[in-house]
Every structure is written in structure tokens, then in C-alpha cells.
């Protein structure tokens, strides 16, 4: 699950979000859980191609920060700051190595990044890493691959994906994702740490308050496509949330 996949993909990356499951499923759901930013600073991590970190600048964030270990990413970021700024920094670096900042946030996101922990002791540094860096109080919100997703369920493909198991980790499943991108998808591999690996290491660095909150489908969505559309999706959904306090 090294750097290496991410640099590949550069600014394609972006086409994940007009898929249908992220474009009515995740970033509205994700975007609902995190609610008002307004006069809130904001860590990114794993932030990608800065996709929310643009967005919740321009819900009022005051400051936002995005951080990806990937430098193609970092460069596909800035060159959209560059191209519409609104005053989002980015910085290349890693999680579970994060030197300490000279501030503080009132907010962290972390949309597919605990995830990518191999192991339990990289997991909980990276959460420490988290908690050190958000004021007493602030908030990290977590997107990732549904911890107990069960792989025999119905295909993913007219949702804009597809997901399949590819071995194990000593935190939960890998997981082998491929986006269904037009002219050329786009295949990820990360994992799906067991639930009780994210509360223990989220706990063990001084989160609490630790609460899984499921992905629910936009009322946009329902009327682009329908209810039923949603029904596999929505029995069994491949992603997750969850929310805690520092």
C-alpha cells in the first residue's frame, strides 16, 4: 500500500468524486457529519488532491491546511489553489510521521487515512500524531472502508465501483478498490481495519467520544436515479464514518 499507487494517479483522482456513490453518498454525507466550519481552522490529512479542503474553505473555514504523503497529489492540489486560490496550503507529508505544527485546529479530517495503517502501531501513532495536533476539544472525522463490509454481497459496478478482498493485515482485510472511471478506471489498494482496531487506537491517543456514524444517500441522489437504485448500496454499504473528540 505504498506512496507509489497515489503518484501514478495524479490529478485523475478528482474523477472519484463524479462517481455516484461518492457524488450522492459520500462527500454529502461526510460533508453533513462535519457540519458548520465557519471561523474553524482545519487539518486535511490524506487530503489527496484537495478536494475538501477547497470545499470547506469556501464553507468559511478560516484556515485550512491539507496534507498528503503523495507529491503528485500535493502538485495537483496546488495547482488548483493556483489555478482558483482561496487560500488553502498544502504540504507533502505522512501521517504517522507528523512533525508537530506551530498551531493548532479546531478540526481534522481524515477521508481515507487511518486506513492505510498496516499495522496496530502505525495506526495509533498516526492518531496520536492527530490528537497533538487539535486544540483540547477539536473534532477528527474519519471516512474509510466499512470495517465488517461483506464482499459476497451485490456488485458495486453501476455505483461506480468495484471491491474485492486481496489478503490480510494485522489490522482487518485488505482491500483492492477499483474506481470505474472513464477512458481508464483507476484500482487502489488499502485496508478495512476491524472496528475495534480504530477504537483502540483512537482511545490509546486520547480520543474520546468515538462514534460510527453510517453513509446516507443525498435527497439529490434519490431523485437522479430513484430509490431503488440505492437499495444494494444502502444494505450494504462499503464505507463508513465515524467522528471523535480530542
Not at 490529478?11 to 453533513?32: D, H, I, N, T, W
Not at 489498494?189 to 444517500?217: D, H, I, Q, T
Request: charged share 30%.
Amino acid at each position: 500500500m505504498s506512496v507509489q499507487q497515489y503518484d501514478e494517479i495524479g490529478e485523475a483522482f478528482e474523477g472519484f468524486k463524479s462517481l455516484p456513490l461518492m457524488r450522492y453518498g459520500e462527500v454529502p454525507s461526510f460533508l453533513g457529519m462535519v457540519g458548520d466550519v465557519s471561523g474553524k481552522s482545519v487539518l486535511d490529512l490524506a487530503c489527496g488532491t484537495g478536494f475538501y479542503s477547497r470545499e470547506l474553505k469556501r464553507r468559511g473555514a478560516t484556515d485550512v491546511l491539507g496534507v498528503d504523503i503523495s507529491v503528485e497529489m500535493i502538485a495537483a492540489a496546488r495547482a488548483s489553489e493556483h489555478s482558483d486560490p482561496l487560500g488553502v496550503r498544502y504540504e507533502v507529508g505522512d501521517v504517522a510521521e507528523l512533525e508537530p505544527a506551530d498551531r493548532t485546529f479546531d478540526i481534522a479530517l481524515g477521508v481515507q487515512c487511518l486506513n492505510y495503517a498496516e499495522d496496530m502501531a502505525t495506526m495509533e501513532r498516526m492518531c496520536r500524531n492527530i490528537h497533538r495536533s487539535l486544540a483540547p476539544g477539536g473534532e477528527f472525522f474519519v471516512l474509510a472502508q466499512k470495517p465488517d463490509y461483506r464482499f459476497d454481497c451485490e456488485s458495486l459496478d453501476k455505483y461506480g465501483f468495484r471491491c474485492e478482498p486481496a489478503g490480510e493485515t494485522e489490522t482487518g482485510t485488505k482491500v483492492r478498490v477499483t474506481a470505474l472511471l472513464d477512458p481508464q478506471p483507476i484500482t487502489i489498494v488499502s485496508s478495512a481495519p476491524r472496528r475495534e482496531v480504530y477504537e483502540e487506537c483512537l482511545g490509546a491517543s486520547g480520543f474520546k467520544e468515538v462514534e460510527w456514524v453510517p453513509l446516507r444517500v443525498s435527497d439529490a441522489g434519490i431523485r437522479e436515479y430513484g430509490e431503488d437504485f440505492w437499495a444494494d448500496v444502502l444494505a450494504h454499504p462499503p464505507l463508513e464514518m465515524l467522528r471523535c473528540r480530542a
